[in-house]
T-cell receptor
Framework: DTGVSQDPRHKITKRGQNVTFRCDPI?????LYWYRQTLGQGPEFLTY????????KSRLLSDRFSAERPKGSFSTLEIQRTEQGDSAMYLC?????????????FGPGTRLTVL | TQLLEQSPQFLSIQEGENLTVYCNSS?????LQWYRQEPGEGPVLLVT?????EVKKLKRLTFQFGDARKDSSLHITAAQPGDTGLYLC???????????FGKGTKLTVNP
């Protein structure tokens, strides 16, 4: 078990471009989460999947953002027409649904810089 | 409005000192997790507490969940430079799967 992995680790793009990030969760985990973290803040929830179903989306997730988990394994987060305000660390986490607790394990993150 | 308030926001101490970090809320959480984060990396889980009044120890770190499940503390004994990092508390509220994070406590332990 190698933990949650994310790719790329760093992405620099120009305003208006589209970007896509990938997350591979811990293999047996059926839940996958996306968070965003800006400087000096804790992570903020964006969306989560249980298997391939997207069950909750934050109001932070504008229509320029879309996330998929097509086969219930890896997930992608796409940002269209990037803006400078999208610059942040994008974190993925996964968990195994259990009755009493749902501990989330985080990946190393993708640092996005929009110029 | 920050649902989870962490204090202090910054803490700089000498090696060997003890410290306590607090995580407070007016809301009840079904579970609370503590993470440590290094610059440019994702948060690494330290502990999960789920029962009011629960105390967990991880070597020199002691975590406590308040009786009412609204607050938590992290106590570090004899801090070492390797303890330097951003400590984040995060809570899960009943009926929602997302974690709500505090802003974190940035700890620096000087040799």
């Amino acid at each position: 078990d190698t933990g949650v992995s994310q790719d790329p680790r760093h992405k620099i793009t120009k305003r208006g471009q589209n970007v896509t990030f990938r997350c591979d969760p811990i293999s047996e985990h059926n839940r996958l989460y996306w968070y965003r973290q800006t400087l000096g803040q804790g992570p903020e929830f964006l969306t989560y999947f249980q298997n391939e179903a997207q069950l909750e989306k934050s109001r932070l997730l504008s229509d320029r953002f879309s996330a998929e988990r097509p086969k219930g394994s890896f997930s992608t987060l796409e940002i269209q027409r990037t803006e400078q305000g999208d610059s942040a660390m994008y974190l993925c986490a996964s968990s195994l649904l259990r009755p009493s607790t749902d501990t989330q394990y985080f990946g190393p993150g993708t640092r996005l810089t929009v110029l | 409005t920050q649902l989870l308030e962490q204090s202090p926001q910054f803490l700089s101490i000498q090696e060997g000192e003890n410290l306590t970090v607090y995580c407070n809320s007016s809301s009840v959480f079904s579970s609370l997790q503590w993470y440590r984060q290094e610059p440019g990396e994702g948060p690494v889980l330290l502990v999960t507490v789920v029962t009011g009044g629960e105390v967990k120890k991880l070597k020199r770190l002691t975590f406590q969940f308040g009786d009412a499940r609204k607050d938590s503390s992290l106590h570090i004994t004899a801090a070492q430079p390797g303890d330097t990092g951003l400590y984040l508390c995060a809570g899960a509220r009943g009926g929602s799967e997302k974690l709500v994070f505090g802003k974190g406590t940035k700890l620096t332990v000087n040799p």
